[in-house]
């Protein structure tokens, strides 16, 4: 996802973002904890056991739920397991090289997969067949098919989304130990809806939802997980840039506010809580 950089474009972009954000306001348009508009579609992968495709602007990316009976972790015999792998596609971007993940995907995958398995999203000890033995496995694999920045939270918008709307199959264990798959389909133990918020720090403000090109001139960036109760759950700094207390009290307050909006669009979008 690297993306290759003029260090005299970028200075005067950052000149002038800087000079913009001082306004209130930023070179799109927006205020400084806008998001872009946010598309949530469901039910698109017929293969897969749960799918959501998020749009987040120009940002674009699609997640699909599959389903396996697999060997629980050896510190954790008693949960399921939940693995969320991302793959940027070469079409995502003309900076993307095909390839073995980087270092950016990488990071990508664990900071959405953190920010849901701290939440407590699932269940996991609901999960177990045989306990010590045979576990249900949860696999949700992310593909980018735009980049137009904030990847963080799109990824963990069509994560969740794409858990919310799941059926997965019933097993169960025979006397004899064998575990057998039923023709009958049930949605997944949740617990909680997290949400993340990501933002950058650029000059000496806060923006939420940066766009590639904000990203490019960016000084710090940090991604918070907010549960359904209101409760931190997960963050991540990211850049070499610092951000003071007063700047982490703001990351935190604006990711509460934010997280409730989004948290509704998601509700709307996956039919979560209807009953």
Known sequence: MAAKKSMIVERLRKAQMIECISKGKRLDGRGLLDYRPIVIETGIIEKAEG???????????????????SEPFPDTPNEGLLVVNAEVLPLASPYTEPGPPD?????????????????????LSKLVLVEGEKV????????????????????????VSSLLTARIPKFKVSNEGKVVKLDEYVPLPIRTLPISVTMARIGDALIVDPTHEEELVMDARITLTIDSEGNLCAGQKGCSGVLSFEQIKLACETAIVKSKEIREIIKKATGYGKG
């Open 51 to 69: 799918s959501a495709k998020v749009s987040i602007g120009n940002t674009q990316v699609i997640a699909g739920v599959k389903v396996e009976v």
């Open 103 to 123: 270092e950016d995907a990488i990071e990508l995958a664990r900071v959405v997969d953190r920010g849901i398995r701290a939440s407590g999203m699932i269940d």
């Open 136 to 159: 249900i496995a949860i696999y949700v694999d992310v593909s980018m098919l735009d980049l137009d920045g904030n990847l963080f939270d799109a990824t963990s918008y069509a994560v």
